[in-house]
């Protein structure tokens, strides 16, 4: 018998080729790992210059400050723990290089539906929700808080009172997030107990 020991987004991933060939049976974790390095590499110079933007309302940059967050982005995406889960490509260390991207992906929506909280930022954050909660239960459980709790504080209309309904959309997603990280939990729990003495 085989039990899943995390949530199951990397292996969903593998489907498309798995459904196609077993050729590559065992030796996907490496490009796995690499697409997530990519999604990392993509979503954190977003996030920073997002967060620029919204701190310094567009003022022009400097070489000081293009540096610094050169030198930033440079360590954020390749002098943490990535280096060392970039040695030993393996499915542990696929899950965790999977999470830290994905909650990255989601802060950076999470400020984009703040700045304009329009429906296809408010759905990428719900996919990025989902994906997080899918892939690592406990940062995925923060995303999913810190998402509803996005959606209640738009639907108190103090920061764009014409778009109130929008932070509804934003609840929805981050509960329906949480619900089926929930449901996987006590699928896989319920499985584990009927197979077990």
Sequence with gaps: REYMYFAPFPALLRLPVLMTTSEYDGRLTLLSMALAFVLMAVMTPKLVWLVRDLMTEQA???????AAWALFI????GGTVWTFNASLPWVYHEVYAWAVPLVVGSMYWMLRVLKNPEPPAVLWLGAFALATILTRTTGGWAVC???IGLGLWLVRGR????RRATGWGVVA???LSLLVGIAGVFAVQDRVQRVLP
Excluded: C, I, K, N
């Design 74 to 77: 440079a360590l954020a995406t």
């Design 145 to 147: 808080l810190a998402t």
């Design 159 to 162: 920061l764009h009172p014409d």
């Design 60 to 66: 022009p940059l400097g070489r000081f400050e293009a």
């Design 173 to 175: 997603v981050g509960a």
